[in-house]
């Protein structure tokens, strides 16, 4: 196979690359040469356009982008189109369910993966345990449950067949290994289900957290009834900025977008003194 690899000019830049020779791989290098500065610098997961464009280019089978400490990967098919952290845990359980070696009854995940993924899962008869956002949330709700696959859908994968934490690489040479048992192209491979619609908007707050206001409360109620059995609202505080992270998603997109967009404007509605 000819792989290109992204190491994000980051910590996996000599072994991802020298892993994958040694399987057999033709191997295209991509931000591989670190120099104290440049991780993440336009490459890696976190902006996987130079992958894809580097797939299209070279004619690869797919590429493989990690970031720059190397616990988190994407995938690009051979046209050069993303796969997230969704269609890799589904892959990896779909695989290890077969053969047995998915352990625990469940997949872990965060509030944030896609409910075409839950979907799927059941449809192994496996479940679908959700996390706060956070590998370390994934990780702990992993050693509760037993489970030895968790992830997020911005490709985190913890296996913990072989690692206590996140490794990107371990999560590839899993994807790797199902493309070549199969022998299909990875647009075929690592595609097993349709994401239902989903957006998640920022709402910028000043003073005090609008999330625990009556108005917003309330709005929150409403908005769960008009989605209730058809979708899922998740509201979260973000961690580092002054923000209110809205996600809604639905099979239905019109009204995925009237449930944003109400509560939204609830949100904004809110001015509270600092």
């Known amino acids: 196979m000819k792989i290109v690899i992204d190491c994000a000019n980051g910590s996996a830049y000599r072994v991802a690359p020298t892993a994958l020779w040694e399987l057999g791989a033709e191997v295209v290098r991509v931000g591989c040469e670190?120099?104290?500065?440049?991780?993440?610098?336009?490459?890696?997961s976190t902006q996987p356009a130079a992958l894809c464009e580097a797939v299209?280019?070279?004619?690869?089978?797919?590429?493989?982008?990690?970031?720059?400490?190397?616990?988190?990967?994407?995938?690009?098919?051979?046209?050069g189109h993303l796969i997230d952290g969704d269609q890799l845990l589904a892959l990896i359980a779909q695989s290890w369910a077969r053969e047995g070696r998915l352990v625990g009854g469940a997949v872990v995940?965060?509030?944030m993966s896609n409910l075409g993924l839950e979907r799927f899962l059941e449809s192994l008869?496996?479940?679908?345990?959700?996390?706060?956002?956070g590998d370390r949330y994934v990780v702990e709700r992993m050693r509760e449950r037993g489970a030895n696959v968790g992830g997020e859908q911005s490709g985190h994968m913890v296996l913990t067949d072989?690692?206590?934490?996140?490794?990107?690489?371990?999560?590839?040479?899993?994807?790797?290994?199902?493309?070549?048992?199969?022998?299909?192209?990875?647009?075929?491979v690592c595609r097993l289900f349709e994401p239902w619609p989903q957006v998640l908007r920022n709402v910028r707050y000043s003073g005090a957290c609008p999330l625990e206001t009556p108005s917003v409360r309330e709005r929150q109620k409403e908005v769960?009834?008009?989605?209730?059995?058809?979708?899922?609202?998740?509201?979260?505080?973000?961690?580092?900025?002054?923000?209110?992270?809205?996600?809604?998603e639905a099979e239905d997109s019109a009204l995925v977008e009237q449930a944003v967009s109400q509560m939204c404007e609830s949100l904004e509605q809110v001015t509270l003194p600092a």
């Open 34 to 44: 670190p120099d104290g500065v440049n991780i993440n610098a336009g490459c890696g």
């Open 56 to 79: 299209v280019r070279h004619g690869a089978h797919l590429g493989i982008a990690l970031d720059g400490d190397a616990d988190r990967v994407l995938i690009a098919d051979e046209t």
């Open 125 to 133: 008869n496996v479940g679908l345990e959700r996390t706060a956002v």
């Open 162 to 188: 072989f690692a206590t934490t996140g490794d990107g690489l371990i999560a590839a040479l899993q994807v790797l290994a199902v493309l070549v048992e199969q022998g299909r192209p990875a647009s075929e």
């Open 109 to 111: 995940a965060t509030v």
């Open 224 to 248: 769960e009834q008009l989605l209730a059995g058809r979708g899922r609202l998740v509201l979260r505080r973000s961690g580092t900025e002054p923000l209110v992270r809205v996600m809604v």
